[in-house]
Nanobody, 126 residues
Framework: QVQLVESGGGLAQDGGSLRLSCTAS????????MGWFRQAPGKEREFVAA????????YYAQLLQGRSTISRDNAKNTMYLQMNSLKPEDTAVYYC???????????????????WGQGTQVTVSS
């Protein structure tokens, strides 16, 4: 059974940057599209970005488009999210997730993700 562990969260100032990592173990990684989601207190979990299994196609949520870059290193079983120009509204717990079936498209919704990490806190001060 695959396990996902996020890291790299923390406190950033308005306009700062953070690089999140998600490392998979115990299961297949390289054939699955991976995604990042976030959830702020009192709000629904929302999609951030996804990268397809081969790392060549990515899909971004509108609000973070131009401020984030999703990537993956299949040799290390790791997915990354580089976030720049952070804003206070980016404050949330960020989760990584793996889709239920291999070779899925990056535009598939959250119902297609069935494995989730524990989350890493991102806090952006004003």
């Amino acid at each position: 059974q695959v396990q996902l562990v996020e890291s790299g969260g923390g406190l950033a100032q308005d306009g700062g940057s953070l690089r999140l990592s998600c490392t998979a173990s115990g299961g297949t990684f390289s054939t699955y599209t991976m995604g990042w989601f976030r959830q702020a207190p009192g709000k629904e979990r929302e999609f951030v970005a996804a990268v397809e299994w081969n790392g060549r196609v990515a899909y971004y949520a509108q609000l973070l488009q131009g401020r984030s870059t999703i990537s993956r290193d299949n040799a290390k079983n790791t997915m990354y999210l580089q976030m720049n120009s952070l804003k206070p509204e980016d404050t949330a717990v960020y989760y990584c997730a793996r889709q239920a079936r291999p070779f899925g498209g990056s535009r598939l919704g959250p119902i297609h993700y069935n494995t989730w990490g524990q989350g890493t806190q991102v806090t952006v001060s004003s």
